[in-house]
């Protein structure tokens, strides 16, 4: 398993859970500087930045890409996959397609969160679930074709009404032409939703794509009230490779945040 920081650059979500909220360079900067392997970008958009940027900044702080989040689309544009307007959901569907390509760019896989909406205002739940299943269709598709998978991550009830529970989520994902799309466990929403978060992570098995690294009230691993021991004894158990990433507050400051984050991650992997 490997260690990731998320680095926001989005004005917007400048409250939000996001470790690093600073330039690019002085983000990636931090994040070698806290010695993890990679950093997760929260960007406006696939026009941001340029790629050549992030490369070369990747190769002066020795960082890999772990993933890039689209929650910009809903956080600047309000727009998500289950809009009750088929403008939206077309206009949602083509800013995650340039976010996929974006990061198919950096090797990196990108992320649908915020932007899979919620059921209500007219939409059932299972229409709702139904154009769920549609985006992660053509997504995954698109971002097989590009050498990368596609992660779709389930919510806590505050903020989606279609998944916020391992099992049922992983059983979706079983629906035909969804093998791309692999499953990204948040520990801060699993701490809310699930009767014993390993037991899900268990369910999860080898669609588990991505892991937010985070604690009960959203700080860094070790500053609430999860233990990280029998998460870590499932994700082993699992064989599961990828990347632990700290999606959280910058609490009480980014760089305590970021050592603590580092310091569990050793502490977990012995
Ligand atoms: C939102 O709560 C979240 O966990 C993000 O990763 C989704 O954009
Ligand atoms: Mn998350």
């Not at 896989?109 to 269709?137: C, F, H, K, N, T």
């Not at 994902?173 to 699930?194: P, S």
């Amino acid at each position: 398993m490997k260690s990731a920081v998320t680095l926001c650059l989005v004005r917007e979500a400048a409250a939000g859970p996001f470790v690093f909220h600073d330039p690019l360079e002085v983000g990636f900067q931090k994040a070698a500087a806290a010695g993890f392997d990679a950093v997760e970008l929260f960007l406006p958009g696939p026009d941001a930045v340029e790629i050549a940027e992030i490369q070369s900044l990747q190769e002066k702080h020795g960082l890999a890409i772990a993933a890039v989040g689209t929650g910009a689309g809903m956080v600047k544009h309000g727009l998500s996959v289950t809009d009750p307007d088929p403008a939206k959901r077309q206009a949602a569907l083509e800013f995650i397609r340039s976010m996929v390509d974006f990061g198919a760019r950096l090797g990196a896989p990108a992320i649908l969160g915020s932007m899979q909406g919620r059921a209500g205002a007219g939409v059932s739940r299972e229409q709702a679930r139904d154009w769920l299943y549609a985006a992660l269709l053509d997504l995954g598709r698109q971002a097989a074709g590009s050498g990368v998978s596609f992660i779709y991550e389930p919510l806590n009830r505050n903020e989606t009404n279609l998944f916020n529970h391992a099992a049922p989520a992983t059983d979706f994902l079983h629906a035909d032409g969804l093998e791309g799309v692999v499953l990204l466990a948040d520990l801060f929403h699993m701490a809310i939703e699930e009767r014993d978060i390993a037991d899900g992570l268990r369910e999860m098995g080898d669609r588990l794509g991505h892991v937010h690294w985070a604690d009960s009230n959203r700080q860094a691993m070790g500053f609430g009230h999860t233990d990280p021991a029998p998460i870590t004894a499932a994700l082993r158990e699992i064989g599961y490779a990828g990347y632990l990433s700290a999606e959280v507050f910058p609490q009480p400051d980014a760089e305590t945040a970021a050592g603590q984050t580092i310091a569990s991650i050793k502490a977990a992997l012995g």
